[in-house]
Every structure is written in structure tokens, then in C-alpha cells.
């Protein structure tokens, strides 16, 4: 592995650039190769088994652009995949599920956690696990699905969002949970309407944030990180249409989204 190789960052579709937006944020001297399998999207509704299949053939076109990290920016992904990942490739990988349930552990001061997520990652007992030895911790979960219809439509606010939040947060608020983790990618793109619901007195948990925080960690333990300013490379990739990701993306984490390339993983 050497240094001046990319940080591959693969995603179902979109919400995955939250997690890119925090690595630039945490490792602007990074060069990125992102992939969205925005053909094959969302990933949430569909079998374990098969959101297995098509991560390891994201992260395979990955490995091929010569990257000396892996970044599995999906809950979905991650939960299917991570096992299988940490085998099958010679760099390390990391991921969303187990870092974001670290940060709520330390963050919570009741012991009462929640999880709003994809129906594939809630019903994967992902979380169950990255909790199992916090005993202390009473996890609540909730799929909270329609929340990315709205980010990716670009809709932050209004009526109809609100009455959605209300109602995927009322488990949570009945749990007393003070700290909530946002299991899904898209979701930090909607922490204005989850804080309104919710309240300040309840923590949220950006799993994209954790996520690159644990990348930085894992990279500098490694030696595999610039320590000087340069100037940082960003590529990107999808398996749908490049003239509406790069539409999207700028929508939803502004201009560095360019040059967008479509790719078969087929």
C-alpha cells in the first residue's frame, strides 16, 4: 500500500457523499474515488444476500482503480458486507455501523439509544450487534425509509416532512432516548427536522461523521495519510445516469461533485 494512492468510498447511491463531504472536511489532502451503484438503488428494501452481492461488486471496481482504503459508506452495505470485505481485501475497510454505535456509547447519559436506519439495516441486527457489549445500552430501532425520497428530492422542510418525522420519531421520543443515531447516510442531510422534532436535549449521532473519523484513525495508524497541503484529486462514478448524480450530489453536498463517470458493474 502506498500513500499516494485514493481513498475508494462506495455508496448505494447518493448519501454516501455525506460521508465523502466529512472525509474532504477530515482529509482534504486525500485523493477520492467514489462509486454509487445509483442504478441498483435503494438497497434498503432488498434481501441481505443480495445487498451483499452488489457492494463486494462495487468494492471490487474499486480495488481496480488501485485504492489503498475502502470506505463502505452505506448502512446497508455495511451490515451485508463488512465481514465479507475484511477477508477479501489486502487494504483496510472501514465502515458506518460500528463507529456511529461507539460515538452514541459515549454520548448518551441515559442509556437510551435509538437508531433510525433503512428497513434492510434495521431488520440485519447490525446495530443489535455493534451494541451487544454495552449492556447497559437499551437500543430502540426504527426504519425510517421515505426520509430518503425527501433528501433526494431535496426537500429539507415543510408539511408533509414534518408529519413523517413525527411519526418515525415517536418510538424514539416514548423510549426517552437522548441520543439518536442517523443510520442512514441521507439522514444527516435532515438533522433540521430531526433537532425540531426531537428537541436539544437529544443527541444526534451522524454515522458520516463517524465514519471518516474512524477512517482517519485507522489511516494514520497505518502511515497512509498526507500530512502536507496538496492538492487532492476527486473522481466519481455511477452505475445510473452522470448528469443526475452530478445534479444531486451538488444539491446535496455542493460543487466538488464533477466529472462524473458511469461504469457496468453488471
Known sequence: ???????????????GLT????????????DLVYLGD???APYGPRPIAQVREFALQGLDFLMDQGVKALVIACNSASSAAIRDARERYPVPVTEVVLPAASRAVAATR????????????????????AFAVARHIRLTKQAAPR??????AGITGGPELLAVAEEYLAPIQAAQCDTLILGCTHYPLLT???????????????SSDACAQSTYGRLTQMSLLHHHPR??????????????????????????????TTVDLA
Not at 114 to 119: E, F, L, M, S, Y
Not at 147 to 152: I, N
Not at 240 to 250: A, C, N
Open 147 to 152: 426520509f430518503v425520497e425527501f433528501v433526494e
Open 1 to 15: 500500500m502506498s500513500v499516494d494512492k485514493p481513498i475508494g468510498v462506495f455508496d448505494s447511491g447518493f448519501g
Open 19 to 30: 460521508v465523502v463531504s466529512s472525509l474532504v472536511e477530515q482529509l482534504p489532502n486525500e
Open 110 to 129: 441515559n442509556g437510551n439509544v435509538g437508531v433510525i436506519a433503512t428497513q434492510s439495516t434495521v431488520s440485519s441486527g447490525s446495530y443489535d450487534e
Open 231 to 260: 492538492e487532492a484529486t476527486r473522481r466519481f462514478f455511477t452505475t445510473g445516469d452522470p448528469g443526475d448524480f452530478q445534479g444531486i450530489g451538488r444539491r446535496l453536498v455542493g460543487g466538488f461533485v464533477a466529472d462524473v
Open 38 to 40: 445509483t442504478a441498483r
Open 192 to 206: 433540521g427536522v430531526i433537532s425540531y422534532v426531537l428537541g436539544n436535549s437529544v443527541t444526534l449521532v451522524s
